[in-house]
Antibody, heavy 119, light 105 residues
Framework: EVQLLESGGGLVQPGGSLRLSCAASGFPLRSYAMGWVRQAPGQGLEWVSGISGSGANTYYAESVKGRFTISRDISKSTLYLQMNSLRAEDTAVYYC????????????WGQGTLVTVSS | DIQMTQSPSTLSASVGDRVTITCRASQSINNWLAWYQQKPGKAPNLLIYKASSLESGVPSRFSGSGSGTEFTLTISSLQPDDFATYYCHQYNTNTFGQGTKLEIK
């Protein structure tokens, strides 16, 4: 059974950093693309970042480019999102999601982790 | 960037009704479109991919159609469990529609 479990969210001040983790099980992380999608309170879904199945290619939304970094550790079957220079508008629930390809639909989602950027 | 315009933003309907939600892309995305259902406090759940392919385990009352720039999600006979918010997702370059909240009339 595919499971995705995010962690690492919390309250952080503007300008601060946070690293989100997504523990994956039930499938080989090395064989699938993964992504992060966020949802601000009461708002819709926004794609944030993706990583190819090989891990060689990473992709970012313009709103986070240069501030966020996606990575993965195959040995730990874990996906990461390093978030730096956080802004109030980054406040959201962050979901990790599994995909069949770098630009593909998401067939499994984690339960999400809340990031709040506030002083 | 490819923009996705979803309509309506809110839809009131009754159990047993047939409902349709529309998503329009600002340029052609072939059939690289998915539909998700999201309930409050929960992660989205995949319903349809490649515009019209039903995800395994999803009830057959859900169907998708369209290609190019115009797409629809149809629920043939609403069930109580279907009242939720629905999002389209073009995965050519990754953009979501703004969502349609399906409410009980």
């Amino acid at each position: 059974e595919v499971q995705l479990l995010e962690s690492g969210g919390g309250l952080v001040q503007p300008g601060g950093s946070l690293r989100l983790s997504c523990a994956a099980s039930g499938f080989p992380l090395r064989s699938y693309a993964m992504g992060w999608v966020r949802q601000a309170p009461g708002q819709g879904l926004e794609w944030v970042s993706g990583i190819s199945g090989s891990g060689a290619n990473t992709y970012y939304a313009e709103s986070v480019k240069g501030r966020f970094t996606i990575s993965r550790d195959i040995s730990k079957s874990t996906l990461y999102l390093q978030m730096n220079s956080l802004r109030a508008e980054d406040t959201a629930v962050y979901y990790c999601a599994k995909s069949l390809s770098s630009y593909g639909y998401f067939d499994y989602w984690g339960q999400g982790t809340l990031v709040t950027v506030s002083s | 960037d490819i923009q996705m315009t979803q309509s309506p933003s809110t839809l009131s309907a009754s159990v047993g009704d047939r409902v349709t939600i529309t998503c329009r892309a600002s340029q052609s995305i072939n059939n690289w479109l998915a539909w998700y259902q999201q309930k409050p406090g929960k992660a989205p759940n995949l319903l349809i991919y490649k515009a019209s392919s039903l995800e395994s385990g999803v009830p057959s009352r859900f169907s998708g159609s369209g290609s190019g720039t115009e797409f629809t999600l149809t629920i043939s006979s609403l069930q109580p469990d279907d009242f939720a918010t629905y999002y389209c997702h073009q995965y050519n370059t990754n953009t979501f529609g703004q969502g349609t909240k399906l409410e009980i009339k």
